[in-house]
């Protein structure tokens, strides 16, 4: 079982990628998220937030990749698990659970 907080970032917009109108919005993605991952591996820390690409933090790193998703033309919400992007536009489970199994999570 894993004991490091692992970081999960969401990086997106209020307003919902053009390629992805008929999805939820950046926010709702993380939101959902979060519960999910807290179900399937309960009692495993992580930390989530949600970054608009458009007002990012000052921290350098996430300012950079919110550039980059708007630079690159990346389809958000952009999820990425420390440092690694495991999802884009309609992220999928399966994969960031896969992801976070790599660090030791182990589900429930």
């Known amino acids: 079982m894993n004991n490091k907080k ?6 997106g917009a209020e307003q919902t990628c053009p390629s992805c109108v008929n999805l939820p919005s950046s926010k709702e993605t993380c939101d959902w998220l979060e519960a999910a991952v807290s179900r399937k591996f309960p009692n495993q820390p992580f930390q989530i937030s949600y970054i608009d690409i458009f ?3 000052m921290e350098e790193e996430k300012r950079k990749f919110a550039q980059r998703v708007i630079e690159e033309d990346l389809f958000y919400p952009v999820v990425v698990i420390e440092g690694e992007i495991v999802g884009e536009g309609n992220p999928r489970l399966k994969t960031i659970y896969s992801e976070l199994e790599k660090y ?5």
Do not use: L, R
């Not at 030791?104 to 429930?108: I, N």
């Open 55 to 57: 007002q990012p933090p």
């Open 104 to 108: 030791g999570y182990v589900s429930k």
């Open 6 to 11: 692992i970081e999960i970032n969401v990086f």
